[in-house]
């Protein structure tokens, strides 16, 4: 059952207040291995003479430059708090002596910007412009998702769901720039800045639009009953490509989905809309489309061919066709996933990261419509990605390894890495102390391979008798690499596994099957999830490894995990507590009908009993009777993702079934922590608790 009142103000006075002090295995804490600066938003100049991207160095977020030729980045702007606000969408002017992006998280489903510090003045989502000679700041409205005209002198920009636009040199004047029904997005610009297309997202079905800025019309490209997003221009204007999926309304979110109704690629005239279909995906393998991380799906080149993502090999590849249709052509071939891709300035280099050869690790290659085989320019024991190359060729990468953090770099010609800013990793990081993750790979049910990382103690002798930790991670279309991760929210987990094991557990990261990585067969496993949750095999699976271990005490094997890494832990507790002592459930699903309710506002249980029925049955609330071990739940209250009912509900349960769980409550956070200082004091909570039920 849960603690007295006196006593949890003790433990969070320990957590607070002696935690960050105290001494470990190797004499660094968790702040230390969380304190350098996470990048985002990598952004080349139009010249490639200035690199820019955003720092969150404790929280505390601010837009760094490099400049050509030496590279060596400084921060230029002077932010020295964390209130849990987003720096994004950098856009340098032409003249590039000014930066364009966007201050301010996206709101909710309700409108609500995130306000996890509480402040009285509500926070705002704006688009701001900075002056780098001066080093001042100028808001220019409230909005997101900027789009600057090729000749730099309108910026277009999303406000409420339609399309504002105002003048880089008259800031003043703005307005709407035209409405529509629904909301706007996808705002791309033709090269002679004369006309912006965009997507108007309606529902079950969605158009491309294209605005004339001479005759303030719009022309909708071939409009139908379908989805019709990512628009591309074509090099001289005059046609737009873009993908074309049918609406199947019956399909919901955490159930397999290996095949639908194929998805297209149409060209249309951006003048006259009309359209035509110039490619199709096959039925079967493929037919449902799968996407890349970029700013559009479908790249149009300078030699008139789409590149585009495509599962028909069963991985999720690059291939190429003429703007005709003809010579469909895979330029990536093998059994790994292509994941970050982008284009070159010249238009017609692709630059992407994939697991090619190596399959729990990222590296970055490049190909194009004429080459049979991309060539591999990132390699080693890191992971790399984001790539972005400018028109001279030169390429920049975010990257990290098992001992450093996530941090940019310029490639050489040779692969080798150059820091764009070697001072920025504080002295306190211990890079020198990490050690680098085994990659095990065992068997689970059906011959399921599950690819593991797995992280011993500190000053580890085979002879001993550890305790255990196992980690889910969240996603479930995720997969834990053997570096620092390339999303913030799993560098955070990455680094808290070296800490653990540091702290004297033997930590196992399971990629368990419905994650990314090992193709379309293994992220759409049979009955997962919602729909049977038979990854929760492999949950057993991994509990069963770390038992045949000689090294591990079988009594004492816990589980933690976020979001559907706490749902795994939840079910691991509510299914096996024989098998496992005790578990930390951050902000963890607990009822499958809750959760794809969330995502599908729309989805009725009453109208599919069975599913419905199948659902509850793959939930942690269907077996909270034989529920018998210590969890600790984390959860903020304004999340997104996970209603924070799920936490609410189960502490209700396990109160009723005399469970003893702890809790960690933030108030106004979000599902990823906006705040640095919640991640801090979520995983010193959670090393207390280990500590106290494990040790």
């Known amino acids: 059952m849960e603690k007295p009142l006196y006593k ?41 003479k200035r690199v820019a991207w955003v720092f969150s160095e404790n929280g505390v977020r601010n837009i760094w430059i490099a400049e050509a030729p030496r590279f060596k980045g400084k921060a230029i702007t002077n932010n020295n708090q964390d209130i849990g606000q987003d720096l994004s969408s950098l856009i340098f002017l032409p003249k590039e002596d000014k930066l364009i992006f966007v201050r301010g998280s996206s709101p909710n489903r309700k409108g609500e910007i995130p306000n996890p510090t509480s402040l009285s003045n509500w926070p705002k989502q704006e688009i701001c412009l900075l002056d780098i000679r001066k080093n001042k700041i100028y808001v220019l409205d409230e909005g997101s998702s900027p789009s600057l005209s090729p000749n730099g002198k309108i910026l277009s920009y999303l406000k409420k769901g339609q399309v504002w636009c105002l003048e880089i040199n008259n800031q003043k004047e703005k307005e709407k720039e035209f409405q529509i029904r629904g909301s706007a997005s996808s705002l791309r610009w033709s090269s002679d800045s004369k006309k912006l297309a965009f997507v108007s997202n309606r529902g079950d079905h969605s158009f491309i639009g294209v605005y004339n800025f001479n005759n303030k019309k719009i022309t909708y490209l071939s409009p139908s009953l379908e989805k019709d997003t990512s628009p591309v221009w074509s090099n001289d204007n005059n046609h737009i490509a873009y993908i074309k999926t049918p609406n199947e309304k019956n399909i919901l979110p955490f159930e397999e989905r290996r095949e639908g109704l194929p998805w297209s690629i149409h060209i249309a005239n951006s003048s006259t809309g009309e359209a035509k279909e110039i490619w199709k995906a096959n039925e079967g393998m493929g037919s449902v489309f799968r996407s890349v991380s970029a700013k559009n799906q479908i790249f149009w080149t300078a030699d008139d061919h789409i590149i585009f993502p495509y599962e028909k090999e069963g991985f999720t590849h690059l291939y190429s066709i003429k703007t005709t249709g003809q010579d469909e052509k895979l330029l990536t071939p093998g059994s790994f996933e292509v994941q970050f891709v982008s284009m070159s300035q010249n238009d017609i280099d692709i630059y992407f990261s994939s697991n090619q050869n190596d399959i729990d690790r990222q590296h970055i290659w490049m190909t194009n419509s004429q080459m049979t085989n991309p060539v591999q320019l990132s390699s080693g024991l890191g992971v790399e990605w984001s ?100 999303r913030g929210y799993y560098h955070n987990a990455f680094a808290m596994n070296q800490f653990l094991a540091d702290q ?192």
């Open 8 to 48: 949890r103000i003790i433990i969070i006075f320990l957590l607070l207040f002696k935690a960050p002090f105290a001494l470990i295995a190797n004499n660094y804490t968790i702040q230390d291995i969380m304190s350098a600066p996470f990048p985002t938003g990598l952004t080349v100049s139009p010249s490639g």
């Open 387 to 486: 790539p972005t190359a400018d028109k001279n060729g030169n390429l920049f990468v975010l990257a990290s390894s098992y001992n450093l953090p996530a941090h940019p770099y310029k490639v050489n010609k040779n692969g080798t890495l150059n820091s764009l800013a070697p001072k920025a990793i504080p002295k306190s990081f211990p890079k020198n102390i990490l050690r680098m993750p085994e990659q095990i790979v065992f068997e689970s049910s059906n011959g399921i391979k599950i690819h593991n990382q797995l992280f011993l103690p500190a000053n580890y002798d085979e002879n001993k008798n550890y305790p255990a930790l196992i980690y889910f991670h969240g996603g479930s279309r995720r997969q834990m690499l053997l570096g620092f991760h390339h």
């Open 504 to 695: 004297g557990y033997i930590v196992l990261s399971v990629n368990y099957r419905s994650g990314i990585g090992y193709g379309m067969k293994f992220r759409e496993a049979l009955n997962y999830g919602a729909n049977g949750a038979s990854e929760y095999q492999d949950v057993v699976a991994a509990g069963n490894y770390l038992r045949s271990r000689k090294d591990v005490d079988k009594k004492r094997i816990g589980l933690w995990g976020g979001s559907y890494g706490g749902y795994l832990t939840a079910m691991g507790l509510a299914k096996n507590s024989d098998m496992f002592a005790a578990g930390v459930d951050i902000h963890g699903a607990h009822d499958w009908n809750i959760i794809i309710k969330n995502f599908r506002p729309g989805y009725n249980p009453l109208a599919k009993p069975d599913f419905a029925q199948r659902a509850f049955e793959s939930s942690p609330m269907n077996f909270i009777k034989s529920w018998k071990s210590p969890v600790l739940l984390i959860h903020g209250d304004d999340d997104r993702n996970v209603p924070f009912s799920e936490s609410v509900d189960l502490a209700e349960e396990l109160r009723k079934h005399n469970v003893y769980f702890e809790q960690l409550v933030f108030p106004d956070e979000v599902h990823g922590f906006l705040l640095h200082e919640n991640w801090v004091k979520a995983f010193q909570a959670t090393d207390d608790f280990f500590k106290r039920m494990l040790k």
